[in-house]
């Protein structure tokens, strides 16, 4: 059981070690011509020293010279690559395929490494300016596409410069999705015109081996006069909401105060109790003074709005004028 568990992760190790080198993606062709590089290396040293020897005859100097051969080549067929990087290698110009990361030895003058591939996640600003939406609106796009390398042989052999075609076809693809979308579509929905663009980028760049992962909108931008339109626009709705809740409020208001006359009018204390709290309220700012003056008075007075006779009599007018008219509805029906 130990035995097997110990293969199956030595197989694991070497699974996710040739996906490193190959750049995550099992079509691209490696680089082999490694040790071939190293043996062709020692075989140029050791003719080189050969041939010191024979012009001169000294072995210090040869191997003072077989010192500097070893230099000169290292330096011209070494490769050191970083864990992100990926470097194309061609011999007399022909590509024989990629290599990193990790220490490489090439064919010095014969094979050239002319092409780094970075494979890191890679964002790349780009923008519209004054391009027209459907609706015939002049705006300003800045947005962010979120990109990534997954076969670097592609990238080299199918697309000069990887990098800037990448920003290009984004510039276009915003453009285009511009050209289809109205302005408020664009101001509401960034997520979905940033999907829409993706898939345009998408279909462009995929012969490239490269994949966008997200297209982010970070601004968009219409005209000064547009804006001002548009928060008029805003501001007038504001105000007719405004004034339709006010008049709306008010016929509440005007509704209750109805209720509330008749309640006076069939109570003539409950008024009275209503002019005792309006004085409370106007007690509680502290600033004002108020006197009392009793009275017994008909006409209005504090602390009630009538005197007590004055309650009386009206209080017997109301009744009086009650039983006039239910006599005069009797007289009416007899008749």
């Keep these: 059981m130990a035995t097997s568990k110990e293969n199956s992760t030595k ?6 070690t040739q996906k490193m080198q190959s750049g995550n993606n099992p079509e691209a062709t490696n680089y082999a011509g490694s040790g071939l590089a190293v043996v062709i290396d020692l075989i140029i040293i050791l003719l080189g020293s050969l041939f010191v020897l024979w012009l001169t005859g000294d072995l210090g100097t040869t191997i003072i010279a077989g010192l500097f051969l070893i230099l000169i080549i290292i330096s011209a067929s070494i490769r050191v690559i970083n864990q992100w990087n990926r470097m194309a290698v061609l011999r007399l110009g022909k590509y024989q395929g990629i290599i990193g990361p990790g220490l490489f030895f090439i064919i010095p003058i014969i094979e050239s490494t002319p092409f780094r591939v970075d494979t890191r996640v890679i964002s790349t600003t780009f923008g519209a300016e004054k391009t027209l939406t459907k609706d015939n609106v002049p705006v300003d796009v800045d947005a962010i596409l979120f990109w990534q390398t997954k076969n670097p042989e592609k990238a080299v052999l199918n697309v000069q410069f990887y990098q800037d075609s990448v920003q290009l076809a984004a510039q276009t693809a915003l453009r285009d999705i511009i050209g289809k979308a109205e302005l408020s579509n664009m101001l509401a929905g960034r997520d979905l015109i940033g999907e829409d663009i993706k898939s345009v980028i998408e279909e462009r760049i995929t012969n490239w081996g490269i994949e966008a992962i997200s297209v982010e909108i970070r601004d968009v931008t219409i005209p000064q006069e547009l804006q001002n339109a548009m928060a008029r626009v805003a501001t007038s709705e504001r105000e007719k909401m405004a004034r339709v809740i006010l008049a709306e409020s008010e016929s509440l208001a005007a509704d209750k105060m109805l209720d509330a006359a008749k309640k006076y009018q069939s109570n003539i204390y ?13 007690s509680l700012t502290g600033k004002n003074l108020m006197v009392f003056i009793p009275t017994e008075s008909k006409g209005f007075s504090i602390p009630t709005p009538m005197g007590v006779i004055g309650l009386e009599d009206m209080s017997k007018s109301m009744k009086a004028a009650r039983a006039s008219n239910k006599d005069q509805k009797s007289e009416d029906g007899k008749k």
């Excluded at 197989?11 to 996710?16: H, R």
């Excluded at 409950?270 to 106007?282: D, F, H, K, P, T």
């Design 270 to 282: 409950a008024m009275q109790l209503r002019s005792l709290n309006m004085m409370y309220e106007i």
């Design 11 to 16: 197989s694991a190790t070497q699974n996710t």
